[in-house]
């Protein structure tokens, strides 16, 4: 799996949203300068997130940018999946056909199902951590995800 840098940033900037109080808003600025990024890049992700739902924008005196909804109630996956970061089986199996239009191996896949668990087993991971577990505790996220390991392949 691949985490790109809109991916990363994006969490972080979530990250930032979810430590303030409830109700608290950030301004672009103040989350640019606290992760190290340019305002307009910090701007873009939060438009992405905006339109996911998971980021609003508020207007006036006290604006800027808060969640949406409680930061438990916001997972990775819902973060990943505004960003674009988490592909599904079949858009792994178009993406790479080759000189053909479609996959030589489209009927009687052998590798599809391998896929398919694989993206099962990430989406189930990341919709079960909310983005409120990772405030300043790598320690639990570190023991749930120790947990929650697949049994080795025999």
Known sequence: MKITALEEYG???????????????FTVAEIARR?????????????????A????????VKGGYTLARPSEQITLGDVGRALGGIQLPHEICHRYTGKQKTCVHEDGCSIRPVWHDVTRYVMEMMDSIPI???????????????????????
């Open 11 to 25: 969490l972080r900037c979530m990250l930032q949203l979810a430590a303030g109080r409830p109700g608290e808003s």
């Open 53 to 60: 739902g998971l980021a609003q924008s508020l207007r006036g």
């Open 132 to 154: 409120s577990r990772l405030l300043n505790r790598a320690d639990l996220v570190q023991l749930s995800a120790d947990q929650s390991r697949p049994p080795a392949a025999v």
């Open 35 to 51: 992760e190290g990024l340019s305002g307009a890049y910090v701007e873009k992700l939060l438009r992405i997130l905006g339109k």
